[in-house]
């Protein structure tokens, strides 16, 4: 087992749990004079209805334009001025934050995140400013193969009303609507204590940290929050979709292909990511970096991710081609997730991912923001303090049946959605 003192565990790790349920928690690292705040929420995109996609991801965005107590320039230069950062941003299920500072800066930093979560007045000028950003965004990835490609695998994998049919970002006809009545509704609904995580690391006392904390958010309530919402995974699909996505212009096609992968929770989950590294990721990305990219040199780029947030996301294959090799880069990555998901891994594979699991879990632990984002999933999760303590000999457990049941339980090729965007083909 790794060393506990070296690592976080529920040994070195304080955590407290407040009034109104928020969760803090606090681990000393004394070895650099800073000190990282990192935190989420329950009020993502999921909670959003569609018609009104991005508006979570905008709320977000402008926590920080004004509050009842401070302009936008008072709220930036309590930052700049002392040498501190913080930022806000939703995904499907939170909306996250991080900020960091001197550790003496830490009361103005926690300061700061509470008034701008609790008191955001959303001036009109700096709203439109940031709809207008964002518009400007979006009609830029019309012309991003890659992008296109990912939201329309996506758009086929998850149906219409399912929360991961829609990005977090919004669309141009959603966010055009968007005003500043709609993200104070949103926010008075949505923005409260119930399930937030507060996390600090850095040259701080855990006890010091905890007060803090407590003196800043332990007197927030709101009676409107909703529960938390969980994503339930849609039906698999029933054979392989195509979406072809012409984009003028372009001399290059992008490949995103997915099928549904497990959540974080998932008891299959560990198996699955080293399932997954051997496929598209280890190395040179994996097997299908070796076979498409660097044997028959049919991609620029080619890799596999998994998801694993707190629902069904999706396990996607990605490639970035020559126009006139799709359809021949398609059918090798297909032969590559057959063969993962037919036969096991060789003893060497595994042994070599389980070490380049083992041996890069520390490397993630070598700055305060590596050691909050750690601590922070295991909260947000629900995998025990002491996960990492465990995390070397979970992974030495698996076995190559384990791979080989967590892709066939995921994974077919037959199955998966495949999204192209790029040029036109074969004049069609």
Known sequence: MTQLHSIPHSGNITRAELDNGIVVLAYENPAVQSVNLMGSLHAGSLYEDARRNGLASLTASALLTGTRERSFDQLHSALEDNGADLGFRAHVHKLGFSGKALAEDLPLLMNV???????????????????????????????????RASRAMREALYPAGHAYHYSPSGSEKTIINLDVATLAEFHARHVGPRGMIIVVVGAVAADDAVSLAAEAFGDWRNEHQPPKLAVAAPGAVANSLRQDVFVAGKTQSDICMGSIGPARRADDYLAAQLANSVLGEFGMMGRIGKSVREQQGLAYYAFSRLGGGHGPDPWTIS???????????????????????????????????????????????????????????????????????????LVKDIDRGDLLAAARHYLRADGMVVAVAGPRQNGA
Do not use: C
Request: no cysteine; proline share 5%; charged share 25%.
């Open 113 to 147: 995140a509470n008034d701008a979560l609790r008191n955001p007045v959303f001036p009109a000028e700096h709203v439109e400013r940031l709809r207008g950003e964002r518009l400007t965004w979006l009609q830029y990835s019309q012309f991003d193969t890659r992008w």
């Open 319 to 393: 490639a970035g081609v020559n126009p006139e090799h799709v359809e021949r880069a398609i059918a090798s990555i297909h032969r590559e997730v057959e063969r993962l998901a037919s036969e096991p891994v060789s003893k060497d594979d595994l042994a070599d991912n389980q070490s380049y699991f083992t041996g890069r879990m520390p490397l993630q632990l070598e700055s305060n923001e590596g050691i909050a984002s750690r601590i922070h999933s295991m909260e947000s999760f629900g995998l025990g303090l002491d996960y990492l303590a465990n995390y070397a000999e």
